[in-house]
Structures are given as C-alpha cells and as structure tokens.
C-alpha cells in the first residue's frame, strides 16, 4: 500500500496525555470550560477533539494544503485534501468547534477584534513562521493566560528557537513537545 494512503497518526495514547497535561496546567489558574482558544495546525484533529472536550470553543485554523511544510513527516503521508475529509467528520460530534480553511497569516484577519483565553500554535514549522504566528497572535492572548504549542523539542531547532527569541523559556514542556508560558 502506497504511504499517501496512510494516515499519520500524531496523537496515540502517550502524546495524546501530554496534551491532558498541558490542559491540566492551564486549568490550575482557571476552568477551561469557561474558556476560548485557537489551536493554528489541526491536522486531522486529534488534538482539536481533545481541546474541544475541556474548553468551551475551540477555532481550529489549517488550510489543509499539500505539501505545504516538507519539514513535517505528515506532507510525506496522505494528501491533506482528504486529511481534512477525516477533520470534518472527527469534529463533527461537537458544537463548540469552529475551522478557519486559511493559512495562519490569513486567518489573523478573521480574528483581530477578538481576545483568547489561549493561543496554541502547531502549525508551519518553520523559524520565522513560529515566530510571525506568535507575533501575530499574541496580542489576542488575555492578560493573565496563555500561549503554548507544539514541537518544542532538538529534532525542530527552528521552532525552539523562534519561541526563545519571541517570548523566552516556556514555563512547562510536557512528553508530547508541547510547550506553554502564561502572559502577565
């Protein structure tokens, strides 16, 4: 069988509780379920199903665009046009996720006038994309809650870095290489 026909998965039982961690960091200073959040990368969403079981609404951003990060093992799998077939019918069960189709830098706009309770950020996993999407959207984080991500790990030094140069050492990292600081 042809590797394009495979899902990759990205979220089996062990990376799928380093998420729970980081939701249970986060939900030391507040309730998720009270709060908004934009997840940049959804992939076939895994995680934004994970995310829209603790909070309240989830913004799922990904173009779903082949080949669009040769650094990621998922463009070396299935075409991403059918990947997002699979996102549609995992989110389909819940009513508290919402899918922005456009790259990050596009997306922004949809979002501008509005404040998030936490912003996670996994998609291009490029240095200066880490580093726009965080500048980007920044700005949208409440006083007092978060940024996070993921990937924060030696086999993606670019993404290390743009988050070191941007906002300086995470709080936490957790096994998945998700990664989170809270804003002051």
């Not at 997840?39 to 799922?60: C, L, M």
Request: net charge negative; with cysteine.
């Amino acid at each position: 069988m042809n590797i394009k026909e495979h899902l990759f998965e990205m979220r089996d039982e062990y990376y799928a509780q380093g998420l729970e961690d980081l939701i249970a960091y986060i939900q030391k200073y507040a309730d998720t379920k009270n709060m908004t959040m934009v997840e940049i990368g959804s992939y076939a969403g895994e995680s934004t199903v994970i995310f829209a079981k603790h909070f309240k609404n989830v913004i799922a951003i990904d173009p779903f665009m082949n080949d669009y990060d040769p650094n990621d093992i998922t463009c070396n799998y299935m075409e991403l046009t059918n990947v997002h077939t699979i996102f549609n019918k995992a989110i389909q069960p819940f009513n508290n996720i919402q899918h922005i189709h456009k790259i990050s830098d596009d997306a922004i706009v949809d979002l501008i006038e509005q404040k998030f309770d936490f912003i996670y950020i996994d998609g291009l996993h490029t240095y200066e994309q880490i580093k726009k999407d965080i500048r980007n959207y920044y700005p949208l984080i409440k006083k007092g809650r978060f940024i996070g991500g993921h990937d924060y790990h030696r086999n993606w030094q670019g993404v290390v870095d743009g988050i070191l140069e941007t906002i300086g050492i995470p709080e936490e990292t957790f096994k998945d290489t998700s990664w989170i600081k809270q804003i002051k």
